[in-house]
């Protein structure tokens, strides 16, 4: 009986394993960085990478993954990271769930930088710098400004110089899901 039982919690463990891929939405590295909300909130464990399997709102996965905490969808950072996303989507080749992928990984190279400012604002940055113009790869944008951002300039400083890199027309029509 001992040996059966064994054997079932290896075969489910195997199934489960057998769902495994080498993507980032498969990694069981989860941290919490509460940056908003009541340090007596329980953190809520949600993935480092939105996959394009999920039917999370990029938005709300967004500031559920910041926070560290569940938050609902009507919440007023969640109503205005989504405004920026709206805004930021046609101008830029990733899709909305691209663009939260990406936020984040923005947000904690900031962070590393000792650079602390609310994603809103920085999404700001990238809805302006485009002038409306339809830019491209908007992780290449984010690690650019990053890098403004670690050389001392400040955020007005560093969305200048994203205006003058801005391409009039990058002529990409593709777009990331």
């Known amino acids: 009986m001992r040996a059966r039982s ?52 990029p938005e709300r996965w967004l500031v559920n993954r910041l926070s ?15 405004v920026r996303f709206d805004r930021l989507a046609p101008l830029f080749e990733e899709s909305r769930r691209m663009l939260a992928n990406r936020t984040l990984q923005i947000h904690r190279m900031l962070g590393e930088a000792g650079v602390r400012e609310p994603v809103v604002d920085t999404l700001s940055v990238f809805e302006h710098a485009s002038g409306r113009r339809r830019l491209g790869n908007f992780g290449q ?24 890199q801005t391409p009039a027309d990058s002529g990409s029509s593709g777009r990331s899901r």
């Open 68 to 82: 560290g905490r569940a938050v609902p969808t009507d919440d007023p950072q969640v109503v205005a990271i989504g």
């Open 141 to 164: 944008y984010g690690s650019y400004y990053v890098t403004l951002r670690r050389q001392g300039l400040n955020r007005q400083e560093a969305a200048q110089a994203l205006w003058k």
């Open 6 to 57: 064994i054997g079932l919690l290896l075969l489910g463990q195997s199934l489960l394993m057998g769902g495994c891929d080498a993507s980032p939405s498969a990694s069981d590295d989860r941290h919490f960085e509460p940056i908003t909300g009541s340090r007596d909130a329980a953190p809520t464990p949600v993935s480092d990478w939105l996959d394009d399997a999920s039917q999370a709102v």
